[in-house]
Structure formats: structure tokens, C-alpha cells
């Protein structure tokens, strides 16, 4: 970890180790990389699944009394001026109602995001009854609708028996005494006294370890029968992956484009300016040498001060679209560098034990260079802080100051970051209250 203050007069770096964070109880147990069943027993995942399979039971039933009896009577009704089509459809239409509530229950219990079936043309009349009644996805609701009690039974009976037989026997020694007989009794056979009691306690402990597994299994199957009937798995997840590529796509090429005019007008309203000035001066230094070459040097001395700042205009430029450092040295000695030409104190903190892709650690750049300019210019801030972590898979970045807030996300600067950060399927999150402070989280994927 390396964290730097710096200000306008410098930069103070120091250098020391990376603390580790433990997980927290909501998280599976890992030893050697493998999941521990004891750790299952702590683990919000597990009871959470638990009641997601339970749930199942009186949802089941309430959808599988509707759609029998809107069947049957849609059925039965059919001969009477059609008003079994107005009941079929309506039991259609309250099995889809069913399908969005199970998929809303799977992602809150199980995490499990089912993606719903992309919506059918837009249509009227008996042309739309028509196209809602021969869409598969249509018919997958109301199966899943029939099912849903049936696959319930199945699922809980066994969780259930296991789970009770396990609580029974590991329970068994603290009210043995007060069943008829003074102890529990199977078949003829007497189970009492210490050692059979102490051996009914540990099999009721391998039974619940056996329900901890048996609870995800069943979660598992029953997730993966949701995914298969509620939603429609290559073609939703294609369809929603084209679209976020193509709005992705247009918003990189407008933050490009954009970019592209700033460089352009910072080139020629600066360098170019400066440029032209120079050979000017340069003119009248050569048209004066014969004539007084006093004057001459003097013109040359101006020309030699003019070309060095528009060398170091030209520096600034190149550092705001990739400064060598980057390739260099990598992300933390770049975003140190910032740090030291900000006139706000700032304070890097980075852990990247393992380098981001060039991609990612330039967009990265960008986003930090462009939210300390702003910084500068905008939040009235005496501080500022910059965060950068690598976790797995993900470069989790996060730019906070102390100042004024009321920063736009939709505004120019902020929207064009958001383009950036969305060409690589990342994220942005501003927190900025009027008044401060300003928080500006970035996550990026890191995978090659």
C-alpha cells in the first residue's frame, strides 16, 4: 500500500503493508479454497434458502387453486358467447403476474437474477390475444404456475424431515427424562442413558449438517427449474446484453469525440497560440541580427522562455490523455504524480499487488485526473483522498474531498466519466449532498 500527501509544494510518500479483511459472518467459511459445511450453519445464503423454500408452499397452492380454476372455467365457459377466452386469458395474464413475483423472490432470497423474456411487439385487438396465447414463455408461466406446489412438496418434505429429526435427536438428552418411561423409546428398543443419549446427540448433529447441504441443494434445483420455465435464458440474457453494448457503445464514442474537441481546442488556443508567437519572435530575431544583434539575443532569450512553457503545455496535455508514467510505473506512481501537481492536498492510497490491464488502469487515470481538476476548480475543498484497491477480479476506486458538494451527475464532465467507466462495463456511483462532501466510487472489471 503506498500513500502519498501531496500539495502544492510536494509530495510525502510512505510505504507499508496491505491489511487484510476478514469475512464477515454472512459469508461461506473457506479453508484451502473449498467451502466448509460448519461454515454453511453462520451463513446468511443458508437460511435464506431455507425460507425461500418454504415460501414456495403457499405461493405454490394460491397459484395452483387460481390457474385450475380460471381453466376450468375458461373450458367450461367456451360455448357461452366466448367468455371461457376472456377467462383463459385472464389466467394467462395472472400466471405472467405469478412469474414476476417468483423472479423478484428468487433474486431477493437466492441472488439468482432470472431475467424476464423480452416483451412481444406491440399490438392490439384479438391480434395481441393471439400472439400472448401462442408465445412459449407464455405457457412456461402457467406451467410453472402448476408445478410450483407440486415441486414444494418434493423439495420441503425431505428438508423438513431431516431438519426435525436432527433437532429431535440432538435435543433428545435435555427432555429424555420427561417422556413416558423416562426415556425415549424406538420401536421396543429403550434409548437412555449417557452414552446412548450422547450418541443420539451426535447423529442428530450429522443429520443438521446433512440439512445444511440438503437446504442448498434443493435451492440450487429449485433456482435452477425457475431459470428454466420463468425465463428465457439465451435470448433474454442476448437481448439485454446487445442493448447495454449498443447504448455502451454510443456513449464511448461520445466521451471519444468529445475528448477529441478538447484536445483540439486546448491545442490550438494554447500550443498552437504559442507556437505562432514563437516563430514571430524568432522572425524579428533573425531580421535583427545584422542590424543590432543586442536586441536579437534579447528577442532569442524571450523565444527560449516561450518555448519552454509551450513544452511544458504540451506536457500537461499529453499527461491528461496518458502520461509515460502510467505504462511505466503503473497506476499508483500516475495517480501519485496527480496527487503532487493538484493544489488541493490530496492523499493516494493504493493496493495493487496484482497490475490492472493497460485499459483499465488508463480509464482509471482519466477518471482521477478529470475529478481532481474539478476538484481544484470547483469543490472549494481543503482536502481530498483517493482510494484504489484491487479485489479479485474487480479495481474498485473511490475520490472523495471535503468540499461544497452539489456536484451533477449528469452534468458534462461527470456524464462524459460515466461514458468512460460504461466502455468496460464498469460502474460510477457520485454521492455529493449540497454541502458536501463529495464521494465518486468507480468500479472497474479487470479481466483479460
Not at 194 to 209: M, R
Not at 247 to 274: N, P, T, Y
Not at 296 to 325: C, S, T, Y
Amino acid at each position: 500500500m503506498t500513500d502519498a500527501a501531496a500539495s502544492t509544494g510536494g509530495t510525502a510518500s510512505t510505504r507499508g503493508t496491505a491489511s487484510t479483511r476478514a469475512a464477515g459472518t454472512g459469508d461461506m467459511a473457506r479453508r484451502g479454497g473449498a467451502v466448509t459445511v460448519a461454515g454453511w450453519l453462520v451463513s446468511a445464503t443458508t437460511w435464506l434458502a431455507l425460507v425461500h423454500l418454504f415460501v414456495g408452499l403457499p405461493l405454490g397452492l394460491a397459484a395452483l387453486v387460481v390457474v385450475v380454476t380460471g381453466i376450468v372455467l375458461g373450458l367450461g365457459l367456451l360455448p357461452v358467447l366466448g367468455l371461457g377466452i376472456v377467462f383463459l386469458a385472464a389466467t394467462l395474464w395472472l400466471a405472467g403476474q405469478l412469474a414476476r413475483v417468483e423472479r423478484a423472490r428468487f433474486a431477493l432470497l437466492l441472488g439468482d437474477q432470472i431475467l424476464a423474456p423480452p416483451p412481444p411487439p406491440s399490438t392490439t385487438g384479438w391480434r395481441r390475444l393471439w400472439q400472448a396465447a401462442t408465445r412459449a414463455s407464455v405457457w412456461k408461466d402457467a406451467t410453472y404456475a402448476l408445478i410450483r406446489l407440486p415441486l414444494s412438496l418434493v423439495e420441503t418434505a425431505p428438508v423438513a424431515v431431516i431438519w426435525s429429526c436432527g433437532l429431535v435427536l440432538l435435543t433428545l438428552p435435555s427432555y429424555s427424562f420427561a417422556l413416558p418411561g423416562g426415556a425415549a423409546h424406538l420401536g421396543s428398543f429403550r434409548i437412555g442413558g449417557f452414552w446412548w443419549l450422547a450418541l443420539a446427540a451426535l447423529v442428530g448433529v450429522l443429520l443438521l449438517l446433512c440439512a445444511l447441504v440438503l437446504t442448498r441443494v434443493m435451492a440450487a434445483a429449485d433456482a435452477m427449474v425457475g431459470r428454466w420455465l420463468l425465463g428465457s435464458p439465451g435470448r433474454a440474457e442476448l437481448t439485454a446484453r446487445i442493448g447495454e453494448l449498443e447504448v455502451s457503445r454510443a456513449r464511448v464514442l461520445d466521451a471519444a469525440e468529445a475528448e477529441r474537441i478538447r484536445i483540439e481546442r486546448d491545442l490550438h488556443d494554447g500550443a498552437q497560440q504559442r507556437l505562432v508567437s514563437l516563430a514571430m519572435e524568432l522572425g524579428r530575431a533573425k531580421a535583427k541580427f545584422a542590424a543590432d544583434p543586442d536586441a536579437a539575443a534579447d528577442i532569442v532569450g524571450q523565444a527560449h522562455e516561450q518555448a519552454k512553457e509551450v513544452l511544458a503545455e504540451l506536457r500537461n496535455l499529453v499527461r491528461g490523455v496518458h502520461p509515460p508514467v502510467l505504462s511505466d510505473r503503473g497506476l499508483d506512481a500516475a495517480l501519485s504524480g496527480l496527487a503532487a501537481l493538484c493544489p488541493v492536498p490530496v492523499t493516494v492510497r493504493a493496493d495493487l499487488a496484482v497490475r490492472p490491464p493497460a485499459n483499465v488502469e488508463a480509464i482509471a487515470y482519466f477518471v482521477a485526473a478529470e475529478t481532481l481538476t474539478n476538484v481544484a476548480k470547483h469543490a472549494r475543498a481543503s482536502r481530498a483522498e483517493i482510494i484504489v484497491r484491487r479485489s479479485g477480479n474487480l479495481l474498485r476506486m473511490v475520490i472523495s474531498d471535503d468540499g461544497i458538494g452539489g456536484a451533477d451527475p449528469a452534468g458534462r464532465g461527470l456524464s462524459g466519466l460515466a461514458a468512460r467507466v460504461a466502455g468496460v462495463d464498469g460502474q460510477i456511483r457520485v454521492t455529493s449532498p449540497a454541502g458536501g462532501p463529495t464521494s465518486i466510487e468507480v468500479v472497474l472489471p479487470c479481466e483479460s
